[in-house]
């Protein structure tokens, strides 16, 4: 079964750090491109990210740029979002999600994760 | 504010067509494919149309996309309940370079 899993969500404070982690199974990691993709409480979706296969295509939301690192390891199929200097407005589910538009734009999603919550808050 | 516009709500009864546009720019829905998202409630989105107007397999062929100029539309036919979901356009922005979606058309079968 083809499936994506988020974990590392949680409560932190304004200014604080946050690592996001997403496994990938039942299809080859190694050929797609990754996507984080956020929604806030009771809002629409916001792309945050996007990561080629090779990493050599990495693309950020102007709202996260400078603040969030999205990086993946193939060896171990798992994508991550260094999340720093959180703010107040980062409070969202962060969606992991496969790729599978071209490596320059990366906007067309098949699989989605089940969603990992942060609250940013004091 | 979204960069892609869509409208907050939209309804039907039963059977009805019903269609949900969704408004760019040049840089995005302009120059790239646009694609639609449902997303019932409490779960992940889901993919009903991408480049523009196909359909992925197991989407019931009551769901067709299309696209002209800067602007885009998703349309349901024959409208059931299980169509009630709030749903997304997203497209790529060659200015921002980075995805951007609508903000969401909410979809209520009366």
């Known amino acids: 079964e083809v499936q994506l899993v988020e974990s590392g969500g949680g409560l932190v404070k304004p200014g604080g750090s946050l690592r996001l982690s997403c496994v990938a199974s039942?299809?080859?990691?190694?050929?797609?491109?990754m996507n984080w993709v956020r929604q806030a409480p009771g809002k629409g979706l916001e792309w945050v990210s996007s990561?080629?296969?090779?990493?050599?295509?990495?693309f950020y939301a102007d709202s996260v740029r400078g603040r969030f690192t999205i990086s993946r390891d193939n060896a171990k199929n798992s994508l991550f979002l260094q999340m720093n200097s959180l703010r107040v407005e980062d409070t969202a589910v962060y969606y992991c999600a496969r790729v599978t538009s071209t490596v320059e734009t990366p906007v067309e999603v098949d699989i989605w994760g089940q969603g990992t919550m942060v609250t940013v808050s004091s | 504010q979204s960069v892609l516009t869509q409208p907050p709500s939209a309804s039907g009864t039963p059977g009805q067509r019903v269609t949900i546009s969704c408004s760019g720019s040049s840089s995005n829905i302009g120059s790239n494919n646009v694609y639609w998202y449902q997303q019932l409630p409490g779960t992940a989105p889901k993919l009903v149309i991408y480049?523009?107007?196909q359909r992925p397999s197991g989407v019931p062929d009551r769901f067709s996309g299309s696209k002209s100029g800067t602007s885009a539309s998703l349309a349901i036919s024959g409208l059931r309940s299980e169509d009630e979901a709030d749903y997304y356009c997203a497209a790529w922005d060659d200015s921002l370079s980075g995805g951007v979606f609508g903000g969401g058309t909410k979809l209520t079968v009366l």
């Open positions: 480049t523009n107007n």
């Open positions: 039942g299809f080859t990691f190694t050929s797609y491109s």
């Open positions: 990561i080629s296969s090779s990493s050599s295509y990495i």
